[in-house]
């Protein structure tokens, strides 16, 4: 949602511009203008006017010509025409062409104020709509995950293959790669994309609270069991559950979600009756569930019903790629939360984080573009809205490639052959193929304070 409306004034004459201008500034629009028709297209990339103010009779491309290519340049903004007062046809050609309204001239303030305030009202309603329109197409379609990045693309092309099935997914990856995400998009690529989507943290509840979510519970089966109670089973019943970190489920609950497996039937906490569901299992860890095996502390068999399939998502430092299109995406998406006109970021900024390894992945770089919006002060982000952890990497950090310099590639190549060559400058410029001069130069440079320890 924006803060001010803006306004783009175009009129060859130059008076009447101006005098236009200091009307609707002083009603608190911000404005710009033009003096021709090429002109104002020229400016409404830039500017981004939720109404443009446009004479009708100009030089060059007139109003009725601006308004045909200005639609196309810039949908959401609204025209209102200008016109002389002989000259009405004019004005209901421009209507038929997707003007807003006309005014005649010489122009009334009050009608002035009128038209444009209602003009702004229908502008900031059509910009509302189409983000509602992104955001439930972002939600709706199954490809709707950010991704570029070749090891990123397999794993998608992975989950479109198996989406049409019936069969159970286990969903791997670190905290934060998105594993809930594809778990989505399996089911929107399913036949069951129109029955429930339910899901349950499963380290968030203690057994015995765990059980009675996913199964539910009778009246009177323990304390606080006021009345009976339906489980997520239930609830996803034609649909498709995910338990995410299943590998923290208690040992007893596994029993009874094996057999669910198994026999597709359960009963509730405290309860006989046999419940039967027509449910599809997926499952999501961010541990090793061979270990938890080793340890005792996973059932061997359940894991081979929840691993009919396996998706490995990649953490966000294996797929650089794919730093660049989440960052813009992200950039979008607050940026319109938080009102502000941002065309992306510069080069310092993206080289940063292309180079920075992400351990939280890209729910840490959903908060640091978070951050960046919040606190940018114009156009563009730079590295100076990142946080320092981002920007500033330790000496002797790996370089990513992309993201490092020609600089940074050198200065890593010669620390790590000194390293194995124990320091010996000849033996490292032999390696590398330089001369030791040009070594103990380098060497020279990067010391702090241009000294070297003997």
């Known amino acids: ?52 103010l446009t004479d009708l009779k100009m030089p060059g491309l007139d109003g009725v010509g601006l308004l045909e290519k200005g639609k196309q340049a810039c949908p959401d903004a609204v025209f209102v025409v200008m016109t002389a007062f002989g000259t009405i046809d004019s004005a209901v050609v421009a209507i038929k062409q997707g003007a807003e309204s006309y005014l005649t001239k010489p122009l009334d303030t009050g009608a002035l104020s009128a038209v444009v305030a209602r003009a702004v009202e ?11 329109r992104e955001r439930l197409r972002e939600r709706n379609a199954v490809g709707h995950i950010v991704a570029e990045d070749p090891l990123m693309l397999d794993a998608l092309a992975l989950v479109d293959k198996v989406a049409p099935s019936r069969a159970s997914v286990l969903i791997l990856g670190e905290s934060g790669t998105g ?23 499963c380290a968030a509840l203690v057994e015995s609270l765990l059980e009675s979510e996913l199964f539910g519970h009778e009246k009177g089966a323990f304390t606080g069991a006021f009345a009976r109670r339906e489980g997520r089973f239930k609830q996803a019943d034609g649909g498709t559950l995910f338990l995410d970190e299943v590998s923290e489920i208690p040992l007893p609950t596994q029993v009874k979600l ?17 419940q039967k569901v027509d449910v599809r299992i997926l499952a999501a860890s961010n541990r090793d569930l061979s270990q938890r095996i080793a340890e005792s502390k996973f059932r061997e068999d359940l894991f081979y019903r929840l691993n009919v399939v396996s998706v ?80 500033q990497r330790p000496p002797d950090a790996e370089p990513r490639i992309p993201g490092a310099t020609i600089e940074e590639l050198e200065r890593y190549a010669i620390l790590k052959t000194l390293e194995h060559c124990g320091g010996s400058t000849s033996k490292a410029a032999a390696i590398l193929g330089i001369s030791a001069r040009k070594i103990q130069y380098k060497l020279h440079d990067y010391e702090p304070d241009g000294q070297r320890d003997p």
Request: glycine share 6%; net charge neutral; hydrophobic share 45%.
């Open 312 to 391: 490995s998502i990649p953490p966000l430092r294996a797929r650089p790629r794919d730093v660049p299109a989440l960052a813009a995406f992200f950039l979008r998406r607050f940026a319109d939360e938080n009102g502000k006109r941002l065309e992306g970021l510069d080069d310092d900024a993206l080289a940063s984080l292309v180079a920075y390894p992400f351990p939280g992945n890209v729910r840490e770089l959903e908060t640091v573009i978070e951050r960046a919006v919040v606190l940018a002060d114009g156009p563009r982000i730079a590295a100076k809205h990142l946080p320092v952890a981002v920007t």
């Open 1 to 52: 949602m924006r803060l001010r409306a803006r306004v783009l004034i175009v009129d060859d004459e130059a008076n009447a511009r101006a005098a236009l201008s200091e009307i609707l500034h002083d009603e608190g629009y911000v404005t710009d203008t033009a003096a021709d028709g090429f002109k104002a297209l020229g400016k409404l990339a830039d500017f981004d006017p939720d109404v443009v």
């Open 258 to 274: 094996l057999r669910f497996l198994q026999e597709k039937t359960f009963e509730r906490v405290g309860g006989n009756e046999t």
């Open 179 to 201: 594993k809930e995400l594809v778990a989505e998009a399996i089911h929107k690529g399913s036949p069951r994309a129109s029955a429930p989507f339910v899901r349950i943290n």
């Open 122 to 132: 229908k502008a900031a309603l059509s910009r509302e709509n189409r983000r509602l």
